[in-house]
């Protein structure tokens, strides 16, 4: 397998549990799933509340962990590595773009807003699952919480932050985070089973991909 086409077929396994192709649009529901109480979590590297009653799926990768909220149908996956701006960077890529831009406890968090349809099939019938990427970079370490919600889930969510799935979940998670810096942190590069000088390679396309350039485009994909 040429160099070229890896970031493309393994942008996927970062991910844990969202699959599928991202689109556009928007799911609404008028039942009201606010949730009554708060779930405490607290990670080598993250620590805060999650709304509602929240438990603990997954917990085998030191820097990525699992959590579900099986009333309201939702997972929340946490992790960390040290370039999360590049890993968004790639995202753009499958249509991820145009973060919502907040501020909580001090720390400047960017939220994107996406679907997907489980199994990859972008032309399935099925409903898409909704979810919002909430991104935080520091000097040396970038900070990732996706909250992936069932497509049949009763929380009503949208592409923005009006939705109830941000204001009544989302937002007070964020509020409620602290985060730590950790040791030995995962490389990006390696994530995608890249060399680092791979890896740079492979940005600076995406690099002229999101600046328009066609060429950048082809080379990736060709």
């Known amino acids: 397998m040429e160099t070229k086409n890896i970031i493309i077929i393994a942008v996927a396994v970062v991910i844990i ?4 192709v991202f689109a556009t649009g928007i799911l609404n529901n008028n039942d009201s799933s606010s949730p009554a109480q708060t779930t405490p979590f607290e990670t080598e590297f993250m620590e805060g509340s999650f709304a509602g009653k929240v438990k603990l799926v ?3 990768e030191k820097f990525m962990h699992s959590y579900k909220d099986k009333q309201n149908k939702i997972t929340y996956n946490i992790s ?9 960077d ?18 400047e968090w960017n939220i994107y807003f996406t679907q997907a349809v489980e199994g990859n099939d972008s032309n399935s019938d ?12 520091g000097d040396k370490q970038g900070y990732l919480i996706y909250m992936i919600i069932d497509a049949d889930s009763k929380v009503n969510a ?3 932050t009006y939705g109830e799935s941000y204001t009544d979940f989302v937002e007070p998670l964020l509020n409620s985070i602290t985060l730590k810096d950790s040791k ?10 890249l060399t680092e000088d791979q890896f740079n390679e492979q940005m600076e ?18």
Not at 90 to 107: A, C, D, H, S, W
Not at 126 to 137: G, L, R
Not at 205 to 222: D, E, F, P, R, Y
């Open 17 to 20: 549990a969202i699959v599928g």
């Open 58 to 60: 997954d917990d085998t």
């Open 80 to 88: 960390t590595v040290d370039d999360s701006d590049a890993l968004m």
């Open 90 to 107: 790639i995202y753009y890529l499958q249509g991820v773009m145009n973060p919502e831009q907040r501020t909580f406890n001090g720390k």
């Open 126 to 137: 099925d409903k898409p699952m909704n979810i919002i990427i909430c991104q935080h970079q």
């Open 158 to 160: 949208t592409l923005n």
């Open 184 to 193: 030995n942190v995962p490389k990006i590069y390696e994530e995608f089973g």
């Open 205 to 222: 396309l995406v690099k002229q991909i999101k600046a328009g350039n066609q060429t950048a485009m082809q080379q990736m994909s060709g």
